[in-house]
């Protein structure tokens, strides 16, 4: 059975850090790419950042350039995603999913997601 599991959210003030972790299971990681995606309340879903499963690409969107940092452990089946110098707008319920490069679909797995609140 093919899990992911979100972790890491909560409440942090501007301009501090969280870091997510991704864990996986059921597969192996090195066989997918795996992208970050966040849908803030009454907007879109977005997608972040990704890692390529196997050479370790790194991709951002640029709202989140120089502040996020995706990262991957094979050996421990999870993508972490470091976030940096948090703003108010990256307030939002963070997924992370198997992607095609860089961000594309078919979605073929998703995790439950974790709330990120950034807020004074």
């Known amino acids: 059975q093919v899990q992911l599991v979100e972790s890491g959210g909560g409440l942090v003030q501007p301009g501090g850090s969280l870091r997510l972790s991704c864990a996986t299971s059921?597969?192996?990681?090195?066989?997918?790419?795996i992208g970050w995606f966040r849908q803030a309340p009454g907007k879109q879903r977005e997608g972040v950042s990704c890692?390529?499963?196997?050479?370790?690409?790194?991709y951002y969107v640029d709202s989140v350039k120089g502040r996020f940092t995706i990262s991957r452990d094979n050996a421990k089946n999870t993508v972490y995603l470091q976030m940096n110098s948090l703003k108010p707008e990256d307030t939002a319920v963070y997924y992370c999913?198997?992607?095609?490069?860089?961000?594309?679909?078919?979605?073929?797995?998703w995790g439950q997601g974790t709330q990120v609140t950034v807020s004074s």
């Open positions: 999913a198997t992607v095609h490069w860089p961000l594309l679909g078919p979605y073929d797995y």
């Open positions: 059921g597969f192996i990681l090195d066989t997918y790419a």
């Open positions: 890692i390529s499963s196997s050479d370790g690409r790194t």
